[in-house]
């Protein structure tokens, strides 16, 4: 028999997305099943939730949750068995999971995931799972409200991002209905405040993040973010489990969002995506060109800056950058302004749209990752998917994914793309130029390509780890 796992997450693809937590919370349910753990996901019950859920059951109510009736509906969408807290005060509202269409973020986040917490550990508890799944700051009371539960039920607790915390005012405490004791540095507390993801880590009974060396990072005060010490203290119980892709969804054979379809033994596709690319953003049509590409968050932890900083290489060395991405106004407008500066041979799409990032990943030579820190990253895994060499920072996820193609992995065979120490526009002009010189030598090329498309960037091998830790945690808890 399966076992049933409650997954808690604010956000889940393809309903709602900001970022890779919604990947992994919406690819995750399918890889367990296949290793004998039966997944459902409570969702806030934002807009775009309740109207692809269609005919739900409720499942639970409550008279009253801050200021108003909520109640729990069951029911399927996108292929995910679902339970939405439908909570209309908190969360049919315009705007993203957490911020206002004005961009700032609304003023009652603490409440709203304060009230994702709480039903969380009734609904455990009422629909008798075993063991909880929580993701992130959103989820971080969620392992608190089941440790003060009449009757206790293992969690496992995921960073996705060290660096979102979910700190709010302490003045905020008495609203969150735990016991005064959760109000100590033994557990909510935090430098003065309330810590969401604090209160993950301190009541967790297990604690993963998203790749093996991130999980390492975390645990220096360089990439802890003030949480390293109680990080230290529950090593024992941290893992690092890298993030994988849901390789049917990313497939360059049947995507129909490319111009033409590929795959590794039959390459010849890509051509087409290039020149579809060309034209979409402007550039030259040139198919001898070097094609670099950015996809992600204009923001300092991405490294666009030192994109920016660094790109006169590919420009003296004849190549093409495309920039698809949004964020900081001065990134953004940076972004403009280089492309302008370098008509036909630079263009920057400011927005997103995921019709266009799957042809940039199909169209270009190489994708570059220059991020400070990342916790694991999905586009380097979808540039290696659709035939792309990553040039990447070496961090996190980033190392974790992407072999080097130095002299011994040429010597060996087994380079993916380019790593570049994090952090340095110095460094990562440098690794440009290596990439250069790698594209120029179209065998080494295709090698790098023909072994990038290879790579196993599927959630098969981690989902053996996920299963194994929850139903360890069910077992002992049993």
């Known amino acids: 028999m399966a076992l049933p ?17 919604a990947d992994a919370a919406g690819a995750l349910p399918a890889a367990l099943a296949g290793q004998g753990v039966a997944v459902r996901t409570l969702i806030p019950g934002y807009p775009k939730v309740l109207a692809a859920l269609g005919a739900a059951r409720t499942v639970l109510e409550w008279p009253e949750l801050y200021g108003a009736p909520v109640r729990v509906l069951e029911g399927r969408a996108a292929g995910l068995d679902l339970l939405v807290l439908d909570a209309p005060h908190l969360f049919d ?17 603490a409440i709203r ?19 909880v799944h929580a993701h992130d700051w959103q989820a971080g009371l969620v392992p608190a409200y089941l440790r ?9 607790f995921t960073i996705h991002n060290l660096a979102y915390q979910g700190k709010f005012d302490a ?26 993801l604090k209160s993950g880590l301190w009541y967790a009974d297990a604690i993963n993040t998203v790749s093996p060396s991130y999980a390492e990072e975390i645990l220096t005060p360089e990439g802890g973010m003030g949480l390293d010490g109680l990080l ?19 497939d360059p054979k049947t995507d129909p969002h490319l111009a033409a379809r590929f795959s590794a033994s039959a390459p010849a596709g890509r051509a087409a995506n290039k020149a579809a690319l060309q034209a979409r953003l402007g550039l030259a049509a040139d198919p001898a060109a070097p094609l670099f590409a950015f996809i992600g968050r204009l ?4 490294g666009a800056d030192l994109l920016l900083a660094a790109a006169h290489v590919p420009m003296q060395g004849g190549a093409q950058l495309a920039m698809l991405g949004s964020g900081e106004p001065g990134l953004e407008q940076a972004c403009r302004s280089f492309a302008a500066m370098h008509p036909g041979r630079a263009g920057a799409f400011i927005g997103f749209d995921e019709g266009l990032a799957r042809l940039v990943y199909a169209g270009c030579d190489a994708l570059v990752v220059p991020s400070r820190f990342e916790p694991c990253g999905l586009a380097q895994l979808a540039a290696l998917r659709y035939g792309a060499p990553p040039i990447v920072a070496r ?12 002299h011994a992995a040429l010597a060996a065979g087994c380079g993916t793309g380019v790593q570049v120490a994090p952090g340095s526009a110095e460094a990562l002009a440098a690794g440009l130029r290596r990439a250069l010189a790698l594209y120029a030598d179209s065998a080494v090329w295709r090698g790098m390509r023909r072994r990038a498309m290879a790579t196993d960037v599927s959630w098969g091998p981690s989902a053996g780890r996920y299963a194994a830790i929850l139903k360890g945690l069910a077992a002992r808890h049993g």
């Open 171 to 196: 003045s905020l405490f008495p609203l969150l209905g735990l016991p005064a004791q959760a109000m100590s540095t033994q557990g909510l507390e935090y430098f003065g405040a309330i810590g969401f």
């Open 395 to 406: 961090t996190g996820g980033l190392a974790d994914t992407v072999i080097d193609t130095n």
């Open 232 to 250: 230290r203290g529950r090593s024992g119980d941290l893992h690092g489990i890298l993030n994988g892709l849901d390789t049917t969804d990313w």
């Open 93 to 109: 509202r315009p705007g993203g999971p957490y911020v206002a269409p004005d961009g700032a973020e609304w003023g009652d986040n």
């Open 148 to 156: 003060f539960a009449p009757r206790p039920i293992p969690c496992l």
């Open 5 to 21: 796992v409650l997954a808690v997450a604010s956000e889940l693809y393809p309903l709602i997305k900001t970022g890779g937590l």
């Open 113 to 131: 995931f304060a009230a994702l917490g709480r039903a969380a550990a009734r609904v455990a508890d009422a629909l008798g799972f075993a063991a």
């Open 299 to 302: 923001a300092w932890q991405k």
